[in-house]
């Protein structure tokens, strides 16, 4: 059966070491669209950070982000669905990280939160391409309802850190360990295989005609509703298992490769 849906995660899938979108994955794209698929990006990063990577690809489609917590047009910056965590269960979760010490950062109305610029900050900065705004004690408040916070720590700290966090909120968050140092955080409903089957029936398109690419933890939802679950070669031994399929790693145009062999003609 063709596929008609594709969805890419961004970092250490689409995106190489170098955070760039090589030429023949850009060009495998283009064939793409040409034939009439749907190409879209599906990460946990922020809107205004995924926006660059799909005016460069010139994709008109609501893009995944912040796990599929918000879909939203890459050209009109129409909404299709917003889904942000509740404000007290939020403000649980920050008070818990506080007491902890544990460092968290706040996603809200497309702005990045901390409480001070530090070293996690900077390097999140950097990665994302957006503006930390520090607001100290304003953190913990939660004024809004944010659409994803994300606790950040050395690889080390992370199972145990995850392990705390799914004991306190693990039946009222999604809480999925992404990158070795990320814990990322969003409303229960939120990830990035609802997002999909979401768009897939928005337009018109069966689960068996969808495909995804990703490489971590907060992809394994979006690799099983695919129908063509592509698990990039750098993707962990857990991840890999989850999808149907195995392309080559980031650094190696995975992307390209899998695009090319099931989905153009």
């Given amino acids: 059966m063709a596929i008609k849906l594709v969805a890419l995660?961004?970092?250490?899938?689409?995106?190489?070491?170098?955070?760039?979108?090589?030429?023949?994955?850009?060009?495998a794209i283009r064939q793409a669209i040409a034939q009439g698929v749907v190409v879209t990006i599906a990460t946990g990063r922020m809107y205004r950070s995924a926006l660059p990577y799909a005016r460069q690809l010139e994709l008109d489609v609501p893009l995944i982000t912040y796990n599929g917590a918000l879909i939203k047009s890459s050209l009109s910056a129409e909404i299709f669905l917003n889904c942000p965590v509740e404000q007290d269960l939020a403000r649980q979760l920050l008070a818990l990280c506080r007491q902890n010490n544990w460092y968290i950062q706040s996603y809200i109305k497309d702005q990045l939160f901390v409480e001070a610029i530090n070293h996690y900050a900077e390097l999140y900065s950097r990665v994302a391409g957006v503006p930390a705004v520090a607001v100290g004690d304003r953190l913990y408040a939660a004024e809004d309802s944010p659409s994803k916070l994300l606790v950040m720590a050395p690889a080390a700290d992370i199972p145990g850190i995850h392990q705390a966090l799914n004991h306190a909120f693990g039946d009222k968050l999604n809480i999925v360990v992404s990158k070795p140092t990320y814990i990322e955080i969003t409303h229960p409903l939120a990830n990035k295989g609802r997002a999909l089957a979401f768009l897939a029936d928005k337009f018109g398109i069966k689960q068996e005609e969808t495909m995804a690419l990703g490489d971590s933890g907060n992809d394994v939802d979006m690799l099983k509703y695919a129908g063509w679950?592509?698990?990039?070669?750098?993707?962990?031994?857990?991840?890999?298992?989850?999808?149907?399929?195995?392309?080559l790693s980031n650094d190696a145009d995975g992307v390209a490769e899998a695009i090319e062999k099931y989905v153009l003609e």
């Fill in 9 to 27: 995660d961004l970092d250490d899938t689409l995106l190489d070491s170098k955070l760039a979108v090589s030429p023949r994955a850009c060009e």
């Fill in 229 to 247: 679950g592509v698990a990039m070669g750098n993707a962990s031994a857990a991840v890999k298992a989850t999808a149907r399929l195995e392309t």
